[in-house]
């Protein structure tokens, strides 16, 4: 079975940076697609970016384009969610899961999730 643990969330201010990470763990992890999702107070689970095992290739909701990079180092089986200038919107529990990650419609088939961490963006 693969665990996956996130860490990385944290009190920031609008405008500023996070780095999330999701290591992975247990047979076969280093295989899997993973994906970043988050929840935010209220409202339902979006996947926010997922990335391949294979090829690298990768997916990103359209509202955060240009603010969030998702990367991956094998070697380590890990993933990294890189934020930049983080708004308000943007508080919620990131979780990382493995997936199924098509370039153009995103994660599906998800199966091993983390337990999440809280990204709270508040001045």
């Known amino acids: 079975q693969v665990q996956l643990v996130e860490s990385g969330g944290d009190l920031v201010q609008p405008g500023r940076s996070l780095r999330l990470s999701c290591a992975a763990s247990?047979?076969?992890?280093?295989?899997?697609?993973i994906g970043w999702f988050r929840q935010a107070p209220g409202k339902e689970r979006e996947g926010v970016s997922c990335?391949?095992?294979?090829?690298?290739?990768?997916w990103t909701l359209d509202s955060v384009k240009g603010r969030f990079t998702i990367s991956r180092d094998n070697a380590k089986k890990m993933v990294f969610l890189q934020m930049s200038s983080l708004e308000p919107e943007d508080t919620a529990v990131y979780y990382c899961?493995?997936?199924?990650?098509?370039?153009?419609?995103?994660?599906?088939?998800?199966?091993?999730w983390g337990n999440g961490t809280l990204v709270t963006v508040s001045s």
């Open positions: 899961a493995t997936v199924r990650c098509s370039r153009w419609y995103g994660p599906y088939g998800m199966d091993y």
């Open positions: 990335i391949s095992s294979s090829d690298g290739s990768t």
């Open positions: 247990g047979p076969g992890s280093d295989y899997y697609a």
